[in-house]
C-alpha cells in the first residue's frame, strides 16, 4: 500500500552538505504528509522536518533550522532532506516517514508508515 525507500546517506565531514531523497510509493491517500527523523545510536528518534505533499506546507526542527530544507518533487514522487553545515551530532539513522492525515506531524507516533533508513555519519 505504501512504500518509502531512502537512500543518499554517506560518510561526510563536519562542514559538508548531504541530501537525502525518499521515493514514495501511495496509492489513494488524499491528504499526507512525509517526514524525516534521525535516530543517534541508543537514542530516540528525532524530528527532523516534515512537508504536506498536497499544499507544500514545510517546518524544521530546532536542531536544523537554518541548516536544513525539506522539499518535493510531485513528477518523481520524492521528497529531499537537504542539510547543510554538517556537525557531527546529526550523526544517526535518518527515516522517511509517511502521516495520512491533514496537517503535519511532528511525532513519531503521528506517522503511519516508515522506510528502512540511511545512515549518516559526520566525522569530526
Known amino acids: 500500500q505504501v512504500q518509502l525507500v531512502e537512500s543518499g546517506g554517506r560518510l561526510v565531514q563536519a562542514g559538508d552538505s548531504l541530501r537525502l531523497s525518499c521515493v514514495a510509493s501511495v496509492r489513494t491517500f488524499s491528504h499526507y504528509y512525509i517526514g524525516w527523523f534521525r535516530q543517534a545510536p541508543g537514542k530516540e528518534r528525532d524530528f527532523v522536518a516534515a512537508i504536506s505533499w498536497n499544499t507544500g506546507t514545510t517546518y524544521s526542527g530546532d536542531f536544523v533550522k537554518g541548516r536544513s530544507t525539506i522539499s518535493r518533487d510531485n513528477a518523481k514522487n520524492t521528497v529531499y532532506l537537504q542539510m547543510n553545515s554538517l556537525r557531527p551530532e546529526d550523526t544517526g539513522v535518518y527515516y522517511c516517514?509517511?502521516?495520512?492525515?491533514?496537517?503535519?506531524?511532528?511525532?513519531?507516533?503521528?506517522?503511519?508508515?516508515w522506510g528502512q533508513g540511511t545512515q549518516v555519519t559526520v566525522s569530526s
Open positions: 516517514a509517511l502521516g495520512w492525515r491533514y496537517g503535519l506531524g511532528y511525532e513519531a507516533g503521528e506517522y503511519d508508515y
